[in-house]
């Protein structure tokens, strides 16, 4: 099995044929569900007849915003994980220069990318905010009454994406076992993306942008 | 605090329905329930929550119980999360909590929706959840006699069209002892405005009438009253989930204004019939906003001091603090209007903390309170926060600009034994306006 995990042939598939499945379920599906939500959304009349761009781009401004909203500020340290992991979680895949490296090797293309050692960091951040969250799910009460299985799944599918591209990185252990392991999870989380309640990351701005509208459009107050 | 295992209320309503409740109509109601879930905006909200619990601090309910069964997102869960999980298949036990949790421990007042990062309409949801229960017949008894008598009188306290022309009639007499040549005109075609109050204010707070009527007519204002159906403006029917008696009625209630062609509606001092014209009744009708323009009347107080039009000739000395309604001010933007209109007239006005658009509801709303005298002791309980908003503040009046807040709140006063009294604004404001030398009536 260990042979298997390290061996040269996996490294190949998961790098060649596993990736380009990844990444075009990960977008194609993402554009679908989009366009499904748009489409459900406008099926229900009172939805995009109340949606102004000027309420929603406000709204979004200082939910981004740390400490932006009143509930960020009543849950400060909850506010503070949420932000760098959330940062940590998007920036680090694609500004890395590894990651980086492999495109240009495979396309000739290339960004920006940030220091090794700020990944370093912001991949520690990304692993203690995991053991946060988990923490969250299991000591506080109001939390764990509405934890499920499946939110286990997605912040373990996180938590072993960033801990083997760790320790690949660093070399612990056997590098080729974790590089194939980190491969293997980073492409799981992708293709988990549309499926699961990781979709948040799209509908966050469905939602978001709505209720603004209904609170600032309608019910002329903030909604932060 | 009290335990939140501790209420065990059976409700007449609630139990016959679910004893006149068929399987087949069960399964019925529940496929089409579970097939709305699964698209719209539900489906969106479903898939979007990320069960982070950020949204129980949020509650009233939550915060005075600590139990996370009283969480907006524990309620989901045990609604419609289970529904889903089930695929609608689901006993009788289950409806009668669901019935239980979205009539009683949701006051549908949308502040979850607003602590939630992303913005999950939780007080949608739970008024969905009505919706089910209301088309399964299980609804709590004093709540569904509101709703019968919306269906059949248009008005929610069957209050009988001569007996409202009468009330107004004797409220007039009232007021012609205090204000010379006082009226209150009926059907006057073209007026400015349409004043109209809710049901319980015929029943049960007929004052109230002769004091709003009294200051408009200080005030010289050009405004009427309808005799006919459509004086009502409550409507108990949105929070029951019959939403086509909601639709009847606010037909009736814009019609009447219409018939009347007024230049505007002013709405009683009251909350839920508020957010009914201009967020729920109008979508109903298919109206963005509503027909023609209505203003609460904390709006008119405002407009009538801004210009002048009422005099303040004294403050009121005694603390006062404000108790912002859901549905008018996070439902409205109203606060500022009250606001100003605190400090014109009260020498010593108080901040709850939270306040404004951030207030805790009053536990009554939202059609709680209207679940009858029996909840009474767990709507209470359900609010313990407000009792300590209020005492942290040390006024002696807090004034409550909504029926639901105002009864809700002389419950949390009795029973948290608070020293403090609960006032609309109009009657504070009649307490220091100038009544002019022709209007005072000599004895």
């Known amino acids: ?224 | 605090m009290a335990e939140a295992t501790q209420f065990n209320v059976v409700d007449p309503g609630i139990e016959e329905g679910l004893e006149k409740l068929t399987e087949k109509r069960k399964n019925e109601v529940l496929s089409k329930f579970v097939s709305i879930l699964k698209k719209g905006r539900f489906d969106v909200y479903v898939n979007t929550c990320i069960h982070c619990g950020l949204c129980s601090d949020a509650c009233h309910w939550y915060q005075s119980f600590k139990d996370p069964i009283y969480s907006p997102v524990g309620k989901v869960k045990q609604t419609i999360w289970e529904i889903l999980r089930r695929d609608g298949k689901v006993d009788r036990d289950f409806i009668r909590r669901a019935a239980e949790i979205a009539y009683t421990e949701c006051n549908l007042c949308k502040r979850c929706s607003m602590y939630c990062p992303f913005g999950i309409d939780i007080g949608y949801m739970m008024n969905m959840v009505r919706r089910l229960c209301h088309l399964l017949g299980v609804v709590p008894l004093y709540l569904q006699d509101t709703c019968n008598s919306h269906a059949v009188t248009i008005n929610q306290m069957w209050v009988k069209e001569d007996e409202w022309i009468d009330t107004v009639f004797w409220q007039e007499d009232e007021g012609q002892g205090e204000i010379k040549n006082f009226y209150i005109p009926f059907d006057k075609e073209g007026a400015d405005i349409m004043f109209s109050v809710i049901g319980p204010e015929p029943k049960f707070k007929p004052q109230l009438i002769q004091e709003v009527a009294t200051l408009m007519y200080i005030a010289g204002i050009d405004f009427t009253f309808p005799s006919f159906d459509g004086w009502d403006n409550s409507d108990m029917a949105m929070y029951v989930g019959d939403f086509e008696t909601c639709e009847r009625i606010k037909r009736a209630h814009f019609e009447a204004a219409m018939r009347l062609k007024v230049k505007k509606i002013v709405m009683c001092e009251c909350g839920h019939a508020f957010r009914s014209v201009y967020d729920v009744g109008n979508r109903f009708l298919g109206w963005k906003a509503h027909p023609i323009p209505v203003i609460h009347a904390i709006q008119l107080y405002y407009e009538l001091l801004k210009s002048g039009r009422l005099k303040v000739v004294k403050k009121i000395k005694e603390p006062v603090t404000l108790h912002d309604p859901c549905n008018v001010v996070r439902g409205r933007g109203v606060g500022k209007y009250a606001r100003y209109v605190l400090e014109q007239i009260c020498e010593n006005f108080i901040e709850m903390t939270p306040n404004n658009e951030h207030n805790f509801c009053c536990a009554a709303g939202g059609g709680v309170i209207n679940c009858g005298p029996i909840w009474r002791g767990k709507r209470v309980a359900g609010n313990s926060v407000k009792a300590d908003q209020i005492k942290r503040t040390g006024a002696k009046i807090v004034v409550t600009p909504c029926h639901n807040c105002h009864s809700g709140i002389a419950d949390i006063i009795e029973t948290y034994k608070l020293d403090v009294k609960n006032v609309f604004l109009v009657e504070l404001l009649l307490q220091v306006v100038e009544i002019p030398d022709e209007l005072k009536v000599e004895y």
């Open chain 1, 1 to 224: 099995m260990l042979e298997l995990l390290g061996s040269d042939s996996l490294y190949k598939f998961l790098r060649g044929p596993m990736c380009w499945v990844a990444f075009i379920l990960f977008f194609v599906c993402s554009i679908y569900k989009i366009i499904r939500y748009t489409k459900q959304l406008s099926q229900e009349k009172v939805v995009f007849a109340y949606v102004k761009p000027q309420y929603a781009l406000k709204s979004y401004f200082y939910w981004f915003l740390p400490f932006g909203t009143r509930n960020w500020r009543l849950h400060p340290y909850m506010n503070i994980f949420t932000f760098l992991f959330h940062i940590s979680l998007i920036f680090v895949p694609i500004f890395l220069s590894a990651h980086n490296l492999l495109i240009y090797e495979s396309w000739g293309i290339s960004w920006w990318t940030i220091p090794d050692k700020l990944a370093d960091i912001a991949t520690i951040i990304v692993i203690i905010s995991c053991f946060f969250f988990l923490g969250r799910r299991i000591f506080i009460k109001e939390v764990n009454y509405v934890t499920y299985l499946s939110d286990y799944f997605i912040l373990a599918i996180v938590f072993f994406t960033f801990l083997t591209g760790f320790l690949a990185y660093h070399q612990i252990y056997t590098y080729k076992i974790f590089l194939n392991l980190h491969i293997l999870f980073g492409e799981i989380m992708l293709i988990s993306i549309p499926f699961t309640r990781l979709f948040h990351m799209w509908s966050f701005f469905f939602t978001r942008g709505y209720i603004a509208s209904e609170f600032g459009y309608v019910r002329k107050v903030k909604d932060w």
